[in-house]
């Protein structure tokens, strides 16, 4: 687990400022104990709290950079088919400076772009790319939603964060209730995506990743449940042998971490 948070701000870039998404890195610390980084430039900032699992040195901190700096990324998560994404990068061309899945995932969208990466990521994630030279906005969640990712939009740009209160550092975001969402929470005890308990804070769905530019904001799925039209072509005894086999393999993946292997 790790704390992601920045802001980007297209029509007052002076307004962001790196020390508010500092502070909001700092309330984010109970997810990542074991580094703080700050990325910032007029316009954008980006904030990063570590809990080293993959890759423990100073080389995989985060924000992390590709392209002579171009691109920067901020993630949370894990990526259990890291090495083989690496593997298949690598026979490409490209060259990695540490043994993280971060930085797999980086050269990965560089490389492959947005559309073709995340269908190829097997793993829970939630993600902010900043391409500096487009000055575009990418927030990405992991298919079921594992990883946490909230955002509110601000006057020129947007604000998010992996939990709801470094938002309200911001002094646009406010505290009102949204009197749908507590409706739900009473009822169900869970609120629906988009919305959240506060009517200017939102939850980007699972299997969703929103791109945003100075003109334009996009929140698209990337995946959906299938639904309607499955069938079991095999026998029993082969689905239960074949499902142990997939189990076993994924707990396998599972435990691909340089702090569980000392």
């Not at 190829?120 to 000055?135: K, T």
């Not at 079921?144 to 209160?165: C, D, N, Q, R, W």
């Not at 769905?205 to 069938?231: A, C, F, M, N």
Request: charged residues 25%.
């Amino acid at each position: 687990m790790c704390g992601i948070c920045g802001e980007i701000n297209f029509r007052h870039p002076d307004q962001v400022d790196p020390g508010r998404v500092r502070a909001m890195a700092r309330s984010l610390a109970h997810r990542g104990p074991d580094g703080e980084g700050v990325w910032h430039e007029p316009g954008a900032a980006l904030g990063h709290r570590r809990l080293a699992i993959i890759d423990l040195t100073e080389a995989a901190s985060q924000p992390m950079a590709a392209d002579g700096g171009r691109y920067q990324i901020v993630f949370n998560g894990e990526i259990y088919n890291h090495p083989a994404l690496r593997k298949e990068l690598e026979e490409q061309g490209e060259r990695f400076a540490t043994r993280s899945d971060t930085e797999v995932i980086l050269r990965a969208l560089v490389a492959w772009g947005l559309e073709e990466t995340l269908p190829r990521l097997e793993g829970m994630w939630a993600f902010a790319l900043w391409d500096r030279i487009e000055r575009r906005l990418v927030l990405c969640r992991d298919r079921m939603g594992i990883k946490p990712l909230y955002f509110a939009t601000t006057p020129g740009g947007i604000v998010f964060a992996s939990e709801i209160h470094p938002l309200l550092l911001h002094p646009s975001v406010t505290r009102e209730i949204h009197l749908k969402s507590l409706c739900e929470q009473v009822a169900c005890r869970y609120v629906l995506a988009p919305h959240t308990l506060l009517k200017g804070i939102r939850k980007l769905p699972p299997g969703h990743h929103l791109v945003l530019k100075e003109d334009s904001t996009r929140i698209s799925p990337y995946w959906r449940i299938p639904l309607g039209g499955l069938t079991c072509p095999v026998a029993e005894e082969d689905a239960l042998a074949g499902f142990s086999h997939h189990f076993e393999q994924s707990v396998q993946d599972r435990l691909l971490s340089d702090r569980l292997s000392g």
